[in-house]
């Protein structure tokens, strides 16, 4: 069985504050594929990036940044100087090889940012 | 490139009506998938198709629901006899192939269901 847990429902930060969204899963399969996902108040998905479970490297993206660590089976997101454009709810999400191909999401985090 | 696109955007039934979501893949994209979100909540895996085939409908309700995805035209995501509880947010998401590391689900912008 797939799980996905985002422990914070609900953050709050002042613009130009860092946040960090934290991401824990649990997957029998040895190889799998993390993703997170931002839905603005406009109710779409956005695609934020996948992570292979055999590349731990960390990524760098303008202001985000995703910290992936196997050991405590998390990957946590990080908005560094945050602005008010970043206010939605983040979805993580994961999908295992042999779990089919179904995205198993965690309850998600909304974030407010404000100004 | 067109992203996937979804119709309705917002739907409302009265209780014991059809309800009944379209979805259109991305160009070259074969790979159709449904979830849906209920208020406050998370999505959840409904069912995953292939041109003219159900591969997975391990997240569908027993009941009322199916989905199909035929050979020309959208994916069809059909609810009968609609209840209050069906109210949500029912996303359509399309892969290039199902298999493999380099595939990302593309999102559509989502179909709301409201029941009255």
């Known amino acids: 069985a797939q799980k996905v847990t985002q422990a914070q429902t609900e953050i709050s930060v002042v613009e130009k504050e860092d946040v960090t969204l934290d991401c824990v899963y649990e997957?029998?399969?040895?190889?799998?594929?993390l993703f997170w996902y931002k839905q603005p108040p406009s109710g779409e998905l956005v695609f934020l990036i996948r992570r292979n479970s055999f590349d731990e490297q960390n990524e760098i993206s303008g202001r985000y940044s995703w910290n992936f660590q196997k050991s405590t089976s998390s990957f946590n997101f990080t908005i560094t100087a945050s602005q008010v454009v970043d206010s939605a709810v983040y979805f993580c999400a994961l999908r295992g090889d042999n779990a089919g191909n179904m995205l198993t999401f965690g309850g998600g985090t909304r974030l407010m940012v404000k100004p | 490139n067109a992203g996937v696109m979804q119709n309705p955007r917002h739907l409302v039934r009265r209780r014991g009506q059809e309800a009944r979501l379209r979805c259109s893949p991305m160009k070259g994209h074969s790979h159709v998938y449904w979830y849906r979100q209920l208020p406050e909540e998370g999505l959840k895996f409904m069912v995953y198709l292939q041109k003219e085939n159900i591969i997975d409908e391990s997240g569908m309700p027993k009941e009322r629901f199916s989905a199909e995805f035929p050979k020309e035209g959208p994916s069809i995501l059909r609810i009968q006899q609609v209840v209050r509880g069906d109210s949500a947010a029912y996303f359509c998401?399309?892969?290039?192939?199902?298999?493999?590391?380099?595939?990302?689900?593309?999102f559509g912008p989502g179909t709301r269901l409201t029941v009255t």
């Open positions: 998401a399309s892969s290039p192939t199902g298999q493999g590391e380099t595939y990302e689900q593309y």
């Open positions: 997957t029998r399969d040895t190889t799998y594929y």
